[in-house]
């Protein structure tokens, strides 16, 4: 396992634990410091791992494994394991296709069914991006409204009414797209005002419309974590962090503005059996 002070990479097992003991931790501190903690999802199949784990809670032993605080308050603790503050939290979604909430396609659904049915997490509030019962446009701008209203704005030198989120975990897709910022999509790229735009489904697979949150919002959030997987994306996190990464991947544009930006990236394990060419 590789350790940098924001890189992490190991066995699917051992980053799925670290990321959750750092999500868990975060979300406490986020608590203590501010009475709530805010966290945007990403999107995909690769969370959903990671969802589970969140959902369940983590072992007492893994932040101080991984160099992270353990959680203070005694509600922390619950059963032999170390939980999140649910009711404290608040959910948001980075991204969404814009299909029903049952579709087998849909974020939500995914989150659903890894994080929101397991009976520890009743009492999150959650907010999904109402993008099957509106035109994505108005979708859009309906939840910039709700992240607004939520989160309020805040008015800083680097930023106009900008609300900041506590936490927000991005995915990393072969092409360099993150959330559903894709290469050559300028009007979304170069986005400075909205927080939430409509995506042509021309640009998407499977090609449907999408809802995404913006730059100016990911950037201004207190922590940003990659959670991914792969040799190849590895190789992507190493080039963007050195900021070698081709100019087409979006990816690249993520640069927090007064927060950290953390990668968790599993890799098959030596022994796993390789696919053929």
Same mark, same amino acid.
């Given at each position: 396992?590789?350790?940098?002070?924001?890189?992490?990479?190991?066995?699917?097992?051992?980053?799925?634990?670290?990321?959750?003991?750092?999500?868990?931790?975060?979300?406490?501190?986020?608590?203590?410091?501010?009475?709530?903690?805010?966290?945007?999802?990403?999107?995909?199949?690769?969370?959903?791992?990671?969802?589970?784990?969140?959902?369940?809670?983590?072992?007492?032993?893994?932040?101080?494994?991984?160099?992270?605080?353990?959680?203070?308050?005694?509600?922390?603790?619950?059963?032999?394991?170390?939980?999140?503050?649910?009711?404290?939290?608040?959910?948001?979604?980075?991204?969404?296709?814009?299909?029903?909430?049952?579709?087998?396609?849909?974020?939500? @659904?995914?989150?659903?069914? $890894?994080?929101?049915? =397991?009976? !520890? *997490?009743?009492? /999150?509030?959650?907010?999904? +991006?109402?993008?099957?019962?509106?035109?994505?446009?108005?979708?859009?701008?309906?939840?910039?409204?709700?992240?607004?209203?939520?989160?309020?704005?805040?008015?800083?030198?680097?930023?106009?009414?900008?609300?900041?989120?506590?936490?927000?975990?991005?995915?990393?897709?072969?092409?360099?797209?993150?959330?559903?910022?894709?290469?050559?999509?300028?009007?979304?790229?170069?986005?400075? @005002?909205?927080?939430?735009? $409509?995506?042509?489904? =021309?640009? !998407? *697979?499977?090609? /449907?419309?999408?809802?995404? +949150?913006?730059?100016?919002?990911?950037?201004?959030?207190?922590?940003?974590?990659?959670?991914?997987?792969?040799?190849?994306?590895?190789?992507?996190?190493?080039?963007?962090?050195?900021?070698?990464?081709?100019?087409?991947?979006?990816?690249?544009?993520?640069?927090?503005?007064?927060?950290?930006?953390?990668?968790?990236?599993?890799?098959?394990?030596?022994?796993?059996?390789?696919?053929?060419?």
């Amino acid at each position: 396992m590789k350790h940098d002070d924001d890189y992490f990479t190991g066995s699917e097992s051992d980053i799925t634990g670290h990321a959750a003991a750092f999500v868990v931790s975060e979300a406490w501190r986020a608590v203590a410091e501010r009475g709530r903690f805010t966290l945007a999802l990403s999107g995909g199949r690769t969370p959903a791992g990671l969802y589970r784990k969140l959902a369940s809670g983590i072992e007492p032993e893994l932040p101080d494994r991984h160099g992270i605080p353990t959680p203070e308050p005694a509600e922390a603790f619950q059963g032999g394991l170390i939980v999140m503050p649910w009711t404290q939290t608040f959910l948001f979604w980075g991204d969404e296709r814009c299909v029903s909430g049952d579709h087998p396609d849909s974020n939500y @659904r995914m989150a659903r069914e $890894a994080l929101l049915d =397991a009976p !520890a *997490t009743e009492g /999150v509030k959650a907010f999904r +991006m109402p993008c099957d019962d509106l035109p994505p446009h108005e979708a859009a701008k309906k939840y910039e409204h709700t992240i607004r209203t939520i989160l309020g704005d805040t008015q800083t030198p680097e930023s106009d009414n900008i609300p900041v989120f506590d936490f927000i975990l991005l995915g990393l897709g072969e092409d360099g797209h993150t959330a559903s910022l894709f290469p050559g999509d300028r009007g979304a790229l170069e986005e400075t @005002r909205c927080l939430v735009v $409509a995506v042509s489904p =021309a640009l !998407a *697979t499977p090609p /449907v419309s999408r809802l995404t +949150m913006t730059l100016p919002l990911i950037n201004r959030a207190k922590t940003i974590c990659f959670f991914t997987s792969g040799t190849k994306r590895a190789a992507m996190a190493e080039a963007i962090r050195r900021k070698t990464a081709h100019v087409s991947w979006p990816a690249r544009l993520v640069r927090p503005v007064n927060g950290r930006m953390v990668w968790f990236i599993s890799l098959p394990s030596p022994d796993s059996p390789r696919r053929s060419p």
